[in-house]
């Protein structure tokens, strides 16, 4: 008997899921921010060098175009906020190409939202009620930690993740059974950053409560702002409960000049790693031209929000068809 | 020989790693939202056995090791050398003794085994799960005491050690556990 046809989660995860996103629509509606959809076929796709695409052909001859598949609705979203949309939030599907494993899959869900004149202070505060709804009768949550990147990393490792210190970070690579980073990093900060964070301190971040990181180096800031008392770092947060990381939130870019440079950057990134070739997103540097309201933002996985709140090992159990079942 | 993308890591696969042949034993792919993706993987030296841990780019990739696990018959020890002979072929292969290492204390001659060559010279030799065996050497025992409690050392006639019950006496053959190392049952000629 064929099992390949049948759902990898139980069909109680089914309605966990729709517990959860009615959960969300009530929260939201509660504080009158706005359900929106947008497109996941798109003229052009983030530029992140670290995020790889789907794309597709649309033809109608004799017009024929490549679309891409959203990595993320935030670009989308960005354009409606610039257009007068005020706080806006939607559950969506985002798409990245080759990502699949215990905690990913190439198609997952996103709960996505913005908040306009919110700082990242409050835009934590919200982040922490939400949880907490969506923890209630699930499973208790320990008080809420709020930590920045610098402290937790020092903590952890010992090393400082703002100053760049070569022989500091190998000597600790050689010291803690992760010789290999020092051929694979190089001299290569973000990368090394990266290395550890996900290697020796994440695990560690959130045991049975949500673990809010902010205050990102600013090497690591993407679509953040840089933080005005601290040029080091960004005002950017990451969230984490059981050394999961759940989701990731600015306090965003608004300078559309800043923003066309380091598409630029990223685009010129992704050239030097021979990464499939992206376009910038001239909507969106146009959405910023016009004015971008000053705004937070956050994007929640809502599949490994899941796995959390069944106890689930692998994201296969909290999906219905992961990738090689669909 | 083939190469390997971190994609294709999956438990079981050969890999050449630092020089030596390695068993992928579990691949887990580590990325963070916004930074690189990474597979940790844990891997088994297979001439050391030992186990580590190590973390690639995702996308790197590992020349793949040509090993394989061949059932053999052990035929005899020259003093330098074991020999093994392939069954089916009668093709032979000879190990030196640290090649074989805890496993010669279970290997009989005439017995089957499992052989595992890298580029078709032996890498490791694996006992059959269940060896029969003669005592060669144990206190003799109270006849009619059945019972299970005690026991005591018995030497077998390839050397090992093992603990058997009161009643078995010396020159028995018995069936042993080569995983644990346990005793299982007398073996009636």
């Known amino acids: 008997m064929p099992t390949e046809w049948q759902p990898t989660c139980p069909i109680e995860l089914l309605r966990l899921r729709a517990q959860v996103f009615a959960d969300i629509r009530q929260f939201f509606l509660a504080r009158a921010v706005l359900e929106v959809e947008t497109p996941l076929l798109g003229n052009s796709c983030g530029t992140d060098p670290q995020l790889d695409f789907f794309t597709t052909d649309y033809c109608a001859p004799p017009l024929q175009r490549t679309l891409f598949l959203q990595t993320s609705p935030e670009f989308a979203m960005k354009r409606l906020l610039a257009a007068g949309s005020g706080c806006i939030y939607q559950i969506a599907k985002a798409f990245r190409n080759g990502e699949s494993g215990r905690f990913h899959n190439p198609e997952f869900t996103l709960l996505e939202w913005y908040r306009v004149g919110f700082t990242l202070p409050q835009l934590m505060n919200e982040i922490a009620d939400l949880m907490a709804v969506l923890f209630s009768g699930h499973r208790a949550l320990k008080p809420t930690q709020r930590v920045s990147y610098q402290t937790v990393f020092q903590r952890y490792t010992g090393l400082n993740p703002l100053a760049f210190s070569l022989q500091d970070y190998c000597a600790y690579a050689q010291a803690n059974e992760v010789s290999e980073a020092v051929s694979l990093c190089g001299s290569d900060h973000g990368l090394w950053l990266d290395f550890i964070f996900s290697h020796k301190v994440q695990p560690h971040l959130g045991e049975n409560a949500l673990c809010m990181v902010y205050g990102y180096p600013a090497c690591q800031s993407s679509l953040a702002r840089l933080n005005k008392d601290n040029s080091h770092v960004t005002d950017r947060v990451e969230v984490f409960i059981n050394g999961i990381e759940l989701g990731n939130g600015y306090y965003e870019l608004t300078d559309a000049k800043e923003q066309d440079r380091r598409f630029d950057e990223e685009i010129a990134i992704r050239q030097q790693k021979k990464r499939p070739v992206t376009v910038k997103d001239k909507h969106l540097v146009s959405a910023l031209e016009a004015g971008l309201p000053e705004c937070s933002g956050m994007a929640i996985g809502l599949d490994r929000l899941l796995m959390l709140l069944s106890n689930s090992a692998t994201i296969n159990e909290v999906l219905n068809f992961p990738v090689h079942r669909a | ?189």
Request: hydrophobic share 35%; proline share 5%.
């Open chain 2, 1 to 189: 020989m083939a190469i390997y993308s971190t994609n294709e890591f999956k438990a079981g696969l050969k890999v050449m790693l630092d020089n030596d042949p390695c068993a992928i034993i579990e691949n887990e792919f580590v990325k963070p939202g916004k930074g690189q993706a990474f597979n940790r993987v844990k891997i088994r030296n297979l001439k050391t056995g030992r186990v580590i841990e190590r973390t690639f780019k995702s996308g790197d990739s590992l020349e793949g090791a040509d090993v394989v696990d061949v059932a053999m018959q052990y035929l005899y020890n020259d003093g330098e050398f074991r020999h093994f002979m392939v069954p089916d072929t009668f093709e032979q292969y000879q190990c030196e003794e640290k090649v074989i290492g805890e496993t010669s204390k279970w290997l009989k001659d005439q017995d089957s085994c499992t052989v595992t060559l890298w580029n078709d010279a032996p890498l490791a030799v694996s006992p059959p799960n269940f060896v029969e065996l003669a005592i060669v050497e144990t206190d003799p025992g109270l006849r009619g005491d059945t019972s299970g409690g005690g026991g005591k050392p018995a030497t077998l006639e390839t050397g090992a050690v093992v603990r058997v019950p009161l009643f078995v006496q010396p020159g028995e053959i018995i069936k042993v556990d080569t995983r644990t190392g346990e005793y299982i049952s007398r073996v009636k000629e």
